[in-house]
């Protein structure tokens, strides 16, 4: 039973413009967020996390919304570059559980 | 600073053969310690996870099985894999928080 969903398996956005990755979740427990990039052949790196106390967290070109009424969360990349290309993976976490649950993952490719 | 080290970074194995990739973390204590597997096509599944020393769980019923013999050591093994076993296996740890640093991954390919 797959607890966070990203749908849209792949993304192709030219540089500069903005690159919307969205993830679903159905747990109600999950309280913690986090986006992993990933390269191919290379482990995944954290991107961004936000808490379920906040509607929004930003680092840089990086934006993450939180949408507890909905189950949704989004990650905006602006603007676009092409070290941007990569996998995305959208994690969720309930308090207490020692464990993430991961989404499939979103392809994105920028367009140079 | 903590680093994660895992290896080999690619591995060719014949069904049937055993299996055994180890990890190791440093510049911590008492971490927790990940497998998972991301299977082609497929998102990043947990297969295994240890909050201490000889304490493993295990999230799917499968042909693997872990061992965490030391405090920052966790080693996945097989002893006949299948070919459903081939994937990207990645190890990574915890600390108080559900941040997950991972390793840089193993590709097995079983044939």
């Known amino acids: 039973d797959q607890q966070v969903k990203q749908n849209s398996p792949s993304l192709s956005v030219q540089e500069g413009r903005i690159s919307i990755l969205n993830c679903d979740y159905t747990n109600s427990m999950f309280d913690y967020f986090l986006w992993y990039k990933k390269y191919p052949a290379e482990g995944p790196t954290f991107l961004i996390s936000i808490s379920s106390i906040k509607d929004k967290n930003e680092d840089g070109r990086f934006t993450v919304f939180l949408n507890k009424s909905a189950k949704h969360l989004s990650l905006h990349i602006v603007p676009s570059q092409p070290g941007d290309s990569a996998v995305y993976f959208c994690a969720a976490s309930e308090h207490g559980n020692n464990r993430l649950a991961f989404g499939k993952g979103n392809q994105v490719v920028v367009i140079p | 600073s903590q680093t994660i080290h895992q290896w080999p970074a690619t591995l060719v194995q014949p069904v049937g053969s055993p299996l055994s990739l180890e990890c190791t973390v440093e510049?911590?204590?008492?971490?927790?310690l990940y497998w998972y597997r991301q299977a082609a096509g497929r998102g990043l599944q947990l297969l295994f996870y240890s909050v201490g020393i000889g304490q493993i769980s295990s999230e799917v019923p499968q042909n693997l099985s872990a061992s965490r013999p030391q405090d920052r050591q966790f080693i996945l093994s097989s002893k006949k894999l299948l070919l459903s076993d081939s994937g990207f296996y990645l190890c990574a740890w915890s600390g108080d928080s559900m941040m997950l640093f991972f390793g840089s991954g193993t590709q097995l390919s079983v044939l």
């Open positions: 510049g911590t204590s008492n971490p927790n």
